[in-house]
């Protein structure tokens, strides 16, 4: 379950809804968390450390740190701010060491760095995280972080109208024994069948505020897809899934991509999160199916995405 929802950008979510959300998840078997520093400055973080005193056993969680640097630049990314980050987010979730911090899309000069990695080095052997790894924006950005021995895990957007990591960055992570974690999986929604021309969207949810990069990289915000360009491929995308909802289908299409490790829907409320879970459950995609996805991603939407991440 990817926990930005609950923590804010998305519309309001009462903190009763967040927590019936996060027990309904785990009650359905989810057991990867993933949030962020940021997600509602902290408010992501508490919320899971309320509920995981109570969780099952098994429950794993996965925070970010780097957004909260003003300004977002390369040198902020330094061994004192990774500690400071850390503790806050140690203390937000109620634990003295975290599963796996994230830099949270930082600037592509930060992969390169050797620095920042001898300080995330740091930051396990002191025992802080037990490891780490790194969200990205684009291929270019994972397969350099892939190239980096102790990354863990490598945090990118896939997605029907994203498909660019599937041939580009899934096997050169698998060779490395890189973890892929998949953010983004239902495009903002756009891959849920429920949105059209006439969904409107709460001031402050970004897609609203984001839809043309003016908070944070427009990428994020219906997977950098047009809205109009988007909503024309999930209908037919929707024809590929024939009697399975778009987004349970979606769900199990990502899944099924050779190097995906977990998938990370978020959801407002345990209704998704049931639904979201129960997607694992599906048969696998058709050799039809995944060759139909494919002809949606050509006719309407590569033009938009292939060359920008």
Sequence with gaps: MGCWQIGGSWGDVAEDAAMETLRAAA??????FDTADVYGDGRSEKLLGRFLPDAPEGVFVATKMGRRADPHEAGAYTLDNFRAWNDRSRENLGVDTLDLVQLHCPP?????TDAVYDALDTLVAEGRTR?????????????AAVARPNVASVQIILNPLRLKPVTEFLPAAAEAGVGVVVRVPLASGLLT???DENTTFAADDHRAFNRNGEAFDVGET????PFPVGLQAARRLAEVAGDVPLAAFTLRWIVEQPGVSVVIPGARNPEQARANAAAAQLPAPTADQLEAVREVYRDLVAEHVHDRW
Excluded at 27 to 32: I, K, L, P
Excluded at 222 to 225: I, L, N, P, R, T
């Design 27 to 32: 009650d359905a078997g989810v057991t990867f």
């Design 108 to 112: 592509p000069a930060v992969l390169g």
């Design 193 to 195: 069948g429920k949105i």
């Design 222 to 225: 219906f997977a950098g897809v």
């Design 131 to 143: 490891a780490y790894g790194v969200s990205v924006e684009t291929v270019a950005e994972g397969l």
